[in-house]
């Protein structure tokens, strides 16, 4: 970071900004199991943080770091509502034991606060007893899944090369079948992203109600460059590429527009698809509730499995690292300079493009991962998204506004429907 921008920072910190970092709320994504998985994705980001702790064979959360974690963030928030979320690598490899002290811990320290529960999985280790234990503990179960099987299939693959959608649609029966409550999460890369139709109907017919479409973005270090991992932060200042699998700009912006199409003249309020939620959010000017497309960011950080706190699941990188829980409690590293400093960048970073576009407020730049287009400005780049944004956001300026004033007449934004059907004829 230059030390103009350092002073930015700070100027700015103690009036608007740091209000949002002085309350005792924030998010924090578990990695219990670290970066340990049993399928080898293609473009998985994840798997090669494990060189970031090359001594380490034993990837398991401790009883002391778990039990530390569950204490300090229930009682570091005055929000009435805390929700953990457990992710990986594959969180299911600790087996349900580890959950059932999980559960046990919260109860203990939960005081008068209401516990949530998310699990992000691959879904390949759901059976019976997962699925019931997941619903009877009211775990909201995100299921990763790319489409129907040729689509899934060209990258989520098992170590030996097998694809992993029939396990993962075994799963997804299970968990209808105990009546456990989960969303889809699809990753739009260089293939799925061609057949927008067939994995939003595919999601409809597994009766998938919450859906996620995260664009996947991640850039090489050049072969000459000295790195820890091979996929690098956006911060990197090497020589770099975009991987092949990465999903092309502007197909990301006609597959989400050819989605809405069909979601918004049949679908509103029947399923729902998380972008077009924030999307509409920003538009009346209410909390996006997605930190992608909020002004900062900064207040969802990610734990790993021996306590180390990072500022954000996309930047678990040796420069990201906030201290380790053990060590220092969390609600001081959490509200840290550094980490204020992480987040307010995602404003103060925006390129000149970002600042004069009309989509502003909805877009607030994309995520700061995404940012690695070059402006000439090496701490301004454009986020590589951005093309497809402009496209899609274009595309559904008349039905947001029209969503926006129902809602600001106390209307059903699902009214919507009705009336696109009739704007799309002409």
């Known amino acids: 970071m230059n030390k103009t ?3 930015t920072i700070m100027d700015i910190s103690f009036k608007d900004a740091h209000r949002k970092y002085s309350t005792t709320a924030f998010n924090v994504m578990v990695k219990p199991i670290g970066p340990i998985c049993n399928l080898n994705c293609t473009y998985c980001y994840y798997l090669e943080k494990k060189n970031l702790y090359e001594s380490v064979r034993n990837f398991k959360m401790s009883d002391e770091v778990l039990e530390s974690f ?7 928030q005055k929000a009435p509502v805390i929700n953990f979320v457990w992710q990986g690598g594959e969180p299911t490899l600790l087996g349900i034991n580890f959950y059932k002290k999980v559960v046990e811990l919260q109860k203990k320290y939960k005081g008068n606060k209401t516990i949530e529960n998310s699990f992000q999985t691959n879904g390949t280790k759901i059976d019976d007893e997962w699925a019931r234990f ?11 899944v790319d489409g129907p099987r040729w689509l899934h299939d060209k990258y989520r693959r098992y170590k030996n090369g097998d694809g992993s959608f029939n396990d993962v649609m075994k799963a997804i029966e299970l968990l209808k079948k105990h009546r456990a409550e989960f969303n889809t999460l699809t990753v739009v890369n260089d293939h799925n992203s061609y057949y927008p139709r067939d994995v939003y109907r595919f999601l409809k017919n597994i009766e998938s109600k919450f ?13 000459e460059e000295e790195t820890p991992v091979e996929l690098i932060s956006p911060d990197f200042q090497g020589k770099s590429e975009v991987t092949e699998w990465s999903v092309d700009p502007r197909q990301y912006g006609k597959f989400l527009t050819t989605i809405f199409d069909e979601w918004v003249t049949r679908d509103v309020g029947k399923y729902f698809v998380q972008i077009f939620d924030t999307t509409l959010a920003n538009w009346v000017n209410q909390n996006p509730g997605l930190c992608v497309f909020d002004r900062t960011c900064g ?3 990610v734990l790993e499995f021996n306590g180390d706190l990072y500022s954000c699941d996309h930047f678990v990188y ?4 906030l201290g380790n ?8 590293l959490m509200k840290s300079e550094k980490q204020m400093n992480f987040g307010l960048r995602k404003e103060y970073n925006l390129p000149d493009k970002c600042n004069k576009c009309k989509f502003k407020k909805v877009c607030r730049g994309g995520c700061p991962k995404n940012r690695v287009t070059e402006t000439g400005v090496p701490e301004k780049r454009l986020n590589y998204l951005c093309e497809g944004y402009q496209h899609f956001f274009s595309h559904v300026e008349p039905y947001m506004n029209y969503m926006g004033n129902e809602l600001r ?4 934004p699902a009214n919507v429907m009705r009336w696109a059907k009739k704007y799309q004829v002409h």
Do not use: C, W
């Open 134 to 144: 997941l619903a009877d503990n009211e775990f909201l179960v995100g299921v990763s």
């Open 318 to 321: 040796h420069e990201n690292y």
């Open 211 to 223: 859906m996620q479409f995260i664009p996947i973005v991640e850039q090489y270090a050049a072969p």
């Open 299 to 301: 207040e969802a950080a």
């Open 325 to 332: 829980i053990i060590e220092t409690p969390m609600v001081k």
């Open 5 to 7: 921008f350092e002073l």
């Open 70 to 76: 569950i204490k300090q963030y229930i009682q570091g």
């Open 409 to 412: 007449n106390k209307r059903p």
